[in-house]
């Protein structure tokens, strides 16, 4: 079949989302036949997505979402900042985060398998897009906070940080306030006890080893490591923080003149922790025009 309109291009445009020679050439292999048009595409997305999948994506957005019973967080990444301004990336990242809130139950490769309303998979809608934007795009991690009694509080920095903390009790500008700072100051833990034992031996093993090297005696080179440990703990625990508006005032001075508590708080940074490449502008305009 050889007469290929351009409403028939277009049906199959707004179906996979890929571009118009693309879609021109499918309906032209599949003679014409629509389905079997949008099945080969898919194919070819997968296969272009499995290609794609081994190359470092971090960058990207993290976006809230909330509704009456829970707040989520979700990070979505791709391999250049170029995307993670694209319009067709943003509206992606919109739609996982309003979709975490119906269909995430812990498990992001459940979720991943999921239903969206538009009758896709989850997963079915990330592989149009990696065929759209010509890079890897994940979805990392998504971090959920049920509400059950407490009061959720939440910060925005841009779209690459998001905090959220979960209050005892109400305290809308207390809560902004708490998130406000673990975006700025980064608190590995809530309090001492919330501290890994690993992560407590490996900075002992640090600060030991930097005494013997000062030469100091045994003893004293013990009590050395052990103020280090204290000042080390009261500089990552969120609660022995000095507060970033007053540094006169620690966070948990800060909750006792509230008459508050913090039940839990979790702060997500794009990219964190992942190895990224070191790239320019021009070489992302470049990772473009090659794709």
Partial sequence: MSNITAQMVKELRDRTGAGMMECKKALTEAEGNMDLAVDAMR?????????????????????????????????????????????????????????????????LDDFNKSSHSSGKTIEEIRLELVSKVGENVKIRRIKSFEKNNAYIGHYMHGNKIGVVVTLEKENENLAKDICMHVAAMKPAALNSEDISSEDLDKEREIFMAQAKESGKPEDIAQKMVEGKIKKYISEVTLLNQPFVKDNDIKISDLLDKNDNKILSFYRMEVGEGIEKKDENFADEVMSQIKN
């Fill in 43 to 107: 194919k070819a997305g997968q296969a272009k997505a499995d290609k794609k999948s081994s190359r470092i994506a971090a960058e990207g957005v993290i976006s809230l979402s909330m509704n009456d019973r829970c707040a989520n967080m979700v990070e979505v990444n791709c391999e250049t900042d170029f995307v993670a301004k694209d319009e067709n990336f943003l509206e992606f990242v919109n739609i996982i985060s309003n979709a975490s809130l119906e269909s995430y139950s812990g498990k």
